[in-house]
């Protein structure tokens, strides 16, 4: 098993920056697979970004690609999502995800475990 929290969300102008983090306990963390999604009010949680287990493949929406970048560091355990040029609809709850089934995947439903969230709110 894998816990999962994440920080770094906060209220941020548009056009600004902003990088989540997401720390996991376990000593296994380089065997999961590991995605961050997102949930704004009234609206379904979306696939935002995810990331093999060695870091050098990378997937995101098109709503976020170029924008957002996902890394991580298998030695600190952590998952990292630098979002640059944030825009209002950019505002939601972030999650950070892991799934060891799955070696790359954007289907929130084939991830096992999620952190609690982290709140990013952008203003105009």
């Known amino acids: 098993q894998v816990q999962l929290v994440e920080s770094g969300g906060t209220l941020v102008q548009a056009g600004g920056a902003l990088r989540l983090s997401c720390a996991a306990s376990?000593?296994?963390?380089?065997?999961?697979?590991m995605g961050w999604f997102r949930q704004a009010p009234g609206k379904e949680r979306e696939f935002v970004a995810t990331?093999?287990?060695?870091?050098?493949?990378?997937y995101y929406a098109d709503s976020v690609k170029g924008r957002f970048t996902i890394s991580r560091d298998n030695a600190k355990n952590t998952v990292y999502l630098q979002m640059n040029s944030l825009k209002p609809e950019d505002t939601a709850v972030y999650y950070c995800?892991?799934?060891?089934?799955?070696?790359?995947?954007?289907?929130?439903?084939?991830?096992?475990?999620w952190g609690q969230g982290t709140q990013v709110t952008v203003s105009s």
């Open positions: 995800a892991a799934t060891a089934r799955w070696v790359f995947t954007t289907d929130l439903s084939k991830y096992d475990y």
């Open positions: 376990g000593r296994t963390f380089s065997s999961y697979t």
């Open positions: 990331i093999g287990l060695s870091g050098s493949s990378t």
